[in-house]
């Protein structure tokens, strides 16, 4: 129906920072609030789809009617979105960690011989592994935050990761934890300037755009 356009369709949204432990009480995290993506959940649920939001640790409420997996790490974060498929729809909005501490199994102490070394490693790329996998969704959606050449950037990102959009995002004046924000979307057709507005009118803006896309990407 009209009102319901993602009636039937299951969308996978990631939100959130992620923490990457250092030992048994400590992490690496990032200012993620989870608001972007969780508004996607919920105007994707008002339209009707069967939503799960892959969240990373944020204070903000679970919207309504969306089906939560709350993850902490990068590593478990991609494991619980590659639970979800298959799925229509994959919105990435979760500002993952890039690199992951090789964790200590206890506290570690001060020992008085100066302070530790972390050991990074990369993290798996959440967005780029959906879009190559087998049960890749038919419509896969990726964020870019730049501080500069956001357009460029984020045309790149879409052919390295091989998702079909991009939200890119104008993070210049401090968005993080914000509530208006600026973005544009690029695809492989072009990229469209949304207004300045709200993370809410942005996710309902995202939705109607899913909604006019999917049929015709995964006829019903
Ligand atoms: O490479 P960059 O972090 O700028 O890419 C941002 C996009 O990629 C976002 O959609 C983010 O959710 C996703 N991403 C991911 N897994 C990572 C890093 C980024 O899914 N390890």
């Not at 990631?14 to 995290?29: F, L």
Request: aromatic fraction near 4%; hydrophobic fraction near 45%.
């Amino acid at each position: 129906s009209p009102d319901r356009p993602l009636a039937g369709r299951h969308v996978v949204v990631t939100s959130g920072p992620t923490h990457e432990p250092i030992d048994p009480v400590r992490y690496i995290a990032n200012r993620s609030s989870g608001r972007q993506g969780h508004a996607i959940a919920a105007a994707a649920a008002r339209a009707g789809a069967r939503v799960t939001l892959v969240s990373g640790p944020v204070t903000i409420p679970t919207p309504e009617g969306v089906d939560i997996v709350a993850v902490e790490s990068a590593r478990d974060m991609l494991a619980a979105v590659e639970a979800a498929l298959p799925a229509d729809i994959a919105v990435m909005a979760a500002a993952v960690a890039d690199w992951r501490v090789e964790a200590a199994p206890q506290k570690m102490k001060k020992t008085g011989g100066g302070p530790p070394t972390l050991t990074l490693s990369e993290n798996p790329d959440i967005l780029a592994t959906v879009s190559r996998s087998a049960a890749r969704p038919p419509l896969v959606v990726g964020f870019a935050a730049e501080t500069e050449n956001v357009i460029a950037y984020a045309r790149d990102k879409l052919a390295r990761k091989g998702c079909d959009w991009i939200l890119a995002n104008d993070v210049s004046a401090g968005v993080f934890g914000a509530t208006d924000t600026r973005v544009h979307l690029v695809t492989a057709e072009g990229v469209e300037d949304w207004p300045p507005e709200t993370k809410d009118a942005v996710a309902a803006r995202l939705v109607e755009r899913i909604a006019a896309a999917i049929d015709e990407k995964a006829p019903r």
